[in-house]
């Protein structure tokens, strides 16, 4: 029998209630009867002590090696890895990813740790020549100071770490508010980071009210850089909050994902990977695949497959073996789907498959959603706009490549797209003339890899790119230092 438990705030390196002593429960979007656990709902004294804790802390953290800061990294790689069948469990019960997604997502968090304790090694600037052939002209690397941490509920580790992670260890020290739906496994990685004794102030977390902590956040003074993952709406309001006091801030927003099945594609791959690209994680990826732009004389073919593959799809508990898609994470995003679906119809999109809640078994107790796709959709149809974030495809049918790329490109996100081709010169097309950050061809839309910088274009993004060394931009500013002896 499971029994939620409390979880407190992390500040100052010491585990607090929130100053207004109410907590939050947070729920199982499987069983919306069952809680998961209760977190803090913090005030903004409770964030003001946190910031606190953190400025103090952070002339001491940024005066330590690259290479100390690593090693504190790795111990809390190892930590997480430790309670890995944990952390994944809870994962699954509080967002209801399935336990093979978790794990993944959890392996992911592990690597990435160890990926920034190793940066802690490796090079933070470069010898310029100078004219002044006395002289020695070089470029350092400073951290910003305290960085923000505002994350959603998605990727409840992957997201957090990939920012906490190259943010510690370029110098920086880090509050940290995460999405009120995952707090609970949030709080379970702090306490990996508690146990790996990192000094106090240097991480914090507060939980609550993104428009209560988070927007104090993005406009608090002592705050220099604020790395932000979720809507298009809220990025843009912590953009503008950063921008107006001058702090650094970095945003990864939505996207509206296209893949394009080109007429000499391997339909069979192309049909798994949009599968796999829409509707992992109930499709609420930021990189899932939502358009499907499929060139008519293969339409029907392709279609055919998905369809008889997606019927086949099993809903359920992510804890149960059989099950391939979860629920939606909450009733917000349950409501938000179906009604984006209804919009479909209304608009005049016709329904092939799912469109409905999941009933029968146990699903009327969960936030559960049919795999659904649509066809007959036109571009400009807000189904074929909007972010959806959820197991909804819609399929495009169009007479070439170039009507593809159009269609693929009239969006206002530019996040990933892929293309399904044997053709070399189809595919150098598609590289060069599609608007996306990430690029994939013979591959699925989702899916990123942790060395390697990633970002979207137009309003994805807000320009600077996560993970990998491209990280290092956002964490720090470059010092050009010149020295004559
Ligand atoms: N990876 C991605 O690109 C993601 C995209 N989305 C998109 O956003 C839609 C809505 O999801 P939702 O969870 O509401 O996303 P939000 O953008 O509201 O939430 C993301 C984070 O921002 C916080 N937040 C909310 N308001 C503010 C604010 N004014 N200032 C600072 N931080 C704030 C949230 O806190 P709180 O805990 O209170 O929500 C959460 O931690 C989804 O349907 C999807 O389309 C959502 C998640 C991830
Ligand atoms: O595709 C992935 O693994 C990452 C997606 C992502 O960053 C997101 O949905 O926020």
Known sequence: MFEPQTFLNYIGGEWKSASSNL????????????????????????????????????MGWRKLSGP????FLFKAANQVEQRLDEIVEMMTREMGKT?????????????????????????????????????????????????????PWNFPVAIPIWKMAPAL????????????????????IMECFHAAGLPAGVINMVTGDGGLIGQAMADHPDIQGITFTGSNAVGKRVGQSALAR??????????????????DADLDLAVDATISGGLKSTGQKCTATSRVIVHSEIYEAFKMKLLEKVQNIRLGSGFEAATWMGPLASENQFRTVLSYITKGVEEGGTLLCGGGKGLGRDLEAGYFVEPTIFENISSSMTIAQEEIFGPVLALIKVDSLEEAIQIANDVKFGLSASIFTRDISTMLTFMQD????????????AGVELQAPFGGVKQSSSGSREQGQAAIEFYTDIKTIFVKA
């Open 434 to 445: 599609i608007d996306a950050g990430m690029v994939r061809i013979n591959a699925e839309s």
């Open 23 to 58: 907590v939050e429960a947070s729920m199982n979007p499987a069983n919306r009867h069952e809680t998961v656990g209760y977190i803090q709902k913090s005030t903004l004294d409770d964030l003001e002590e946190a910031v606190g804790a953190a400025k103090e802390a952070k």
């Open 169 to 188: 260890i370029y110098g920086n020290t880090v509050v940290f508010k995460p999405a009120q739906e995952t707090s609970v496994t949030a709080a379970l």
């Open 68 to 71: 100390a800061r690593g090693e």
């Open 246 to 263: 001058g702090a650094k801030y970095q945003l990864e927003m939505g996207g509206k994902n296209p893949v394009i099945v080109a007429r």
């Open 99 to 151: 336990l093979p997604e978790a794990k993944g997502e959890t392996a992911r968090g592990v690597a990435i740790l160890r990926y920034y304790a190793g940066e802690g090694m490796r090079s933070i600037g470069n010898v310029i020549p100078s004219t002044d052939d006395a002289a020695l002209m070089f470029t350092s690397r400073a951290p910003l100071g305290v960085v923000g941490v505002i994350t």
